[in-house]
């Protein structure tokens, strides 16, 4: 099987070291890449918006198979694009994509499909904006309705800021804002890779969105992660898979526009039961890192199963019991606007039996020497018997690593370790 893979992050690094690993895999290329992943595929140059340009790469190199990794694509149509050519894709169509793309379409869906979720308002002027900021109290979760790269989302004890982070959404575009009630408890990310029909949910992973150590300093991408979760109910799986997974795919059906890809579903665990925090429509990420670390079934088959209406018939999957962490290496002022072209060594020094460093914003100079290139550079991952090994392996790991201004958290997965080790 030849395949494509769409997008050039840590997660598309995972997702095409996971397929280079398939025997069905002949011929592995990604569009755009980046540095580390040159070393398991091909690279092209694509603008990866262009579902015309990716979808004529495809049939340039006559692959068999396109997996599409970020949102932004798969909301501007590309997988349709992809598909429209004949060609087998990995992702969503553009209309089932705004489960992701409007944060007001996901909480329509999750009404009618019974999903239980933070009670919301969609707002569109002042007054309904401050009816909804007083209705629900501090802290207050404002949410710009469309695409905004994790920055959309303020949660806040301050009123004026709230109501000027709303403000600000009901000027951009989409010219609403969702308002909700404050979910407190601990986060789950749970990815279930579907056909449209059936669900097949994968291993639960937590993510840190905040830059610092201990959950302090401004919203990022994601700073690491961890699976699996010693401390979550043994149910909860099957749990989201029947209150959350199932029904959001029944109804994606019903309403005529299927989801077919991969859906992830953030979750609370609050003191009343599981809550949606929100959907995407593709991998997380550095969640993918981790699970992906874990998952043992060939994942070329499993992904092409799901883009092939197939699932129904797909084996078990196979998990490793190993547990897996990732910390993330971000630029100096991530999440800020970060500096680039800061060279990086210690790559080869960092790998080992239990360690590898999956590249996100990387790029080869002039000279071939890997420098950075985004804000977040590399997800150092690993994997031990339990969270407290794979936590030492990725830490051991990252110390081998420079690169000039760079931070990380060194808390990933420290407290769920400690309570793994009793
Ligand atoms: P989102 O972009 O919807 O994932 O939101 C980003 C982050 O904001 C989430 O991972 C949560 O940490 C936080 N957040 C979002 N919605 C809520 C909510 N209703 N209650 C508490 N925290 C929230
Ligand atoms: N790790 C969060 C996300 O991928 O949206």
């Not at 969270?387 to 990380?408: N, S």
Request: net charge negative; charged share 20%.
């Amino acid at each position: 099987m030849k395949v494509l893979v769409i997008g050039g992050g840590a997660r598309e690094h995972a997702l095409c070291r996971s397929l280079s690993l398939d025997p069905d895999v002949t011929s592995l290329h990604c569009a755009p890449g980046n540095a580390g992943i040159a070393d398991v595929a091909e690279l092209h140059p694509v603008d990866v918006l262009d579902g015309a340009a990716v979808a004529a790469l495809a049939v340039n190199l006559g692959a068999d198979f396109v997996v599409v990794g970020p949102e932004a694509p798969l909301v501007a149509g590309v997988a349709d694009a992809v598909r429209a050519r004949g060609i087998d894709c990995f992702g969503p169509s553009g209309d089932a994509a705004q489960l992701e793309g409007s944060k007001a379409f996901a909480k329509d869906v999750m009404a009618a499909a019974g999903v239980p979720t933070a009670r919301s308002y969609v707002c569109a002027t002042a007054e309904e904006i401050d009816r909804a900021l007083d209705a629900f109290g501090a802290p207050y979760v404002v949410k710009d309705d469309g695409l905004a790269a994790g920055k959309g989302v303020v949660v806040t004890d301050d009123a004026t800021a709230a109501r000027e982070h709303a403000l600000a959404c009901v000027a951009a575009p989409s010219g609403r804002v969702v308002i909700e009630e404050y979910l407190d408890g601990p986060e789950v990310s749970l990815f279930a890779v579907t056909d449209g029909h059936t669900v097949v949910p994968l291993q639960p992973a937590q993510d840190f969105k905040r830059a610092l150590d201990g959950d302090e300093g401004p919203n990022t991408g994601g700073m690491g992660a961890y699976s699996p979760l010693p401390w979550a109910d043994p149910k909860l799986v099957d749990e989201v898979e029947r209150t959350v997974l199932q029904p959001t795919v029944d109804e994606m059906r019903r309403r005529g526009t299927p989801f077919a890809g991969l859906l992830y579903a953030g979750l609370a665990i609050t003191s009343r039961g599981v809550r949606v925090i929100e959907f995407n429509a593709r991998f997380g990420d550095p969640e993918t890192q981790v699970v992906l670390a874990r998952l043992r079934s060939p994942l070329a088959g499993l992904l092409r199963a799901a883009a092939t209406g197939q699932l129904a018939a797909y084996p078990a999957l196979r998990w490793s019991d190993d547990a897996a962490v990732t910390v993330v290496v971000a630029s100096h002022n991530y999440p800020g606007t970060p500096r680039t072209g800061d060279p990086i060594t210690g790559l080869a020094e960092a790998t080992s039996d239990s360690a590898y460093v999956l590249h996100a914003g990387t790029r080869l100079d002039e000279a071939g020497r890997v420098v950075s290139a985004g804000g977040r550079v590399l997800s150092v991952t690993a994997t031990g018997t339990d969270l407290a090994a794979a936590r030492t392996a990725a830490y051991a790991a990252l110390a081998a690593i420079r690169l000039d201004g760079a931070h990380h958290r060194s808390d990933i997965a420290a407290t769920a370790a400690g309570r793994s080790a009793g």
